[in-house]
């Protein structure tokens, strides 16, 4: 089978402006995908060319095996897509925006409307189902973009900034949401800047710079490449001379100094050395732990390399 | 649920659906419906007026109805010729940019429908507006014209003033598709608004000066032949049918007046074994605006195509 998402050099140039750069990008099925980078740096335009909304300048484009430029019927009843900033019309309740949707996707009668009731209700939605898009807050709006993605049951579902207005329960409601479609066998690729949130859901990212992807694995694979594989230590410890102490192990790279601790950076997992370090300068240790790299880390230390290099 | 293999109208009749709904409903709508009403009351009153007088003196009563003015009302002719593009206009300056600032557009595009089915839904449910809005002003005229009268509309007129109807669609038509045009080339509804305005504010005003000054330049009168003046009064006519108001005019005066038996400059020679101020046949009418009809639908056409190719290529950046 296909992967659901397949670019080769893919292109767009606005001008001089090169906006998405020779991107070869797959997202295999039933894959999480999270594309992530700075302002600007590509991801909406590589979005929207997934979709044929706008024609790459140059490169290829297969999304769930066809060329949405060439196919963009049989592209788009497979695919649903969450715009940045998602509008409605404003005259017309929740319920009707997405029984028009439904009716542009060829769907009709009772089980449509019982779908629209089930997906209103699954968003929170349901006591402002009748009420005009007019009056919905940015959130609401946003959850009935969700609602109006999933209502013809795509197989892949492509999100720019899915959690944006969200609040933090619905945003949390959200995740679960993503993670039911990825066992229901759904792709899912989204591009955001809430990269816990991403960690959180995510089986891959791709992190894009000026238009290029210049990094792209999984959350263990990128701190590799970008922490260099360190392992990092975060020990909760009180005591005079500690820091030097910590300092001096063997295999330590980097001791920063932290509220109520010291955070290492080691070769290897030295946590019984830190252990005994701290008691050998009589030291009280409350807590010790290796702690996962997290994408924030990353993408941080990532672009500070990044433009540290340039500069 | 069933879903409808795609073709490249697939969707077209849940846009048109939806469109005229939404155009019907519109406030818009109310006001273009308030205004037309209004005109029609005045006019019709104007033309009751005047036709008392003459009853019985003319065969073509009922037509008078729409061309007869009186001071300081123009007829209604007159009023429709200036009130329809400006109706076509309202009803199609935002067609495409006004979903662009609701930020619609994506996700529109993103379900299964070719652009050309959004396009065309919307401008078929601003046509048919439109139809509705003149039908409804023309059962309104015939209706009160007749209560008052008392005079009875022969087949024939019944027929030319429904041809009237058709061809004054038809120049709505060049109207929506020019303002189609201008919302899908400017993002702002406003702008979109004033540049439909003013190509016809250009047309309607400055086009027949402009023609009038061309005219002499591309066929000059040098001795004074008749030749000469002839082939100038023809050069300045071709240049002002250039106009779509030119082709509406033309189109109005033969169909609703039947003793006209020529558009544009006419031989003595063509005139000949012609008994003047005879009316022409129903049929004869037609033929004679024929080309008028035509001139009409294919400007129209060729504003949509000009809207579609540039809709088909645009970036849909929500
Ligand atoms: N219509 C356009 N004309 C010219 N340049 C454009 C156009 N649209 C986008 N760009 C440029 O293309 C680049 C990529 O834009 P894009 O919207 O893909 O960024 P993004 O990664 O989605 O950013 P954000 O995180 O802000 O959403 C930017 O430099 C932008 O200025
Ligand atoms: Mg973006």
Redesign the interface.
Known sequence: MMAAIETQGLTKRYGRLVAVEDLDLVVERGEVFGILGPNGSGK?TTI?ML?G???PTAGTVRVLGRDPVRE???V??R???L?????????LSGRENLR??A???????P??EA?IEELLGQMGLLDAADRPVRTYSRGMKQRL?LA?VLL?EPELVILDEPTLGLDPQAAHEFLGLIRSLKERGLTVLLSSHLLHQVQAITDRVGLFRKGRMELVGSVPELAKKVLGGAYRIRVRAEGEGLESALAAIPGVLRVRRENGGFLLETERDLRPDVARAVVREGGRLFGLELEEPSLDEIYRAYFEEVNRDAA | ????E?SAF??LG??FL?EFA?QL?GTRMRLLEALIVLTAMATIYAAIQTIKNVVGEDVFLFLRLFTTAKEPLPSFVAFAGFLVPLLAIALGFDAVNGEFQ???L?????????RDALLFGKYLAGLATLALVLLAVWLLITGLGILFTGLAASGEEVARSLLYLAATLAYGGVWLAVALFFSVVFKSPTTSALAAIGVWLFFTVFWGMIAGLLAPVISPVHYGFPEEVLRQAQTELALARLAPNTLYAEATLALLQPEVRALGPVLPAQLEGMVLGTPLPLSQSVLLVWPQFAGLIAAGVLFFTLAYVVFQ?M????
């Open positions: 909406t929207l979709l909304l706008t024609e963009p019927l049989k788009k009843r695919v649903g897509y715009p940045d900033t998602v509008g409605f019309y404003d005259e028009y949707t009716q542009l996707n060829g769907m009709r009668g089980a449509v779908r973009g109006d013809k | 649920m069933t879903r409808r795609g697939s969707g849940v846009v939806k939404d409903s609701r930020r619609t994506g996700r529109v595009l993103s379900q299964p429908i070719y290529r970036e849909i950046r929500a």
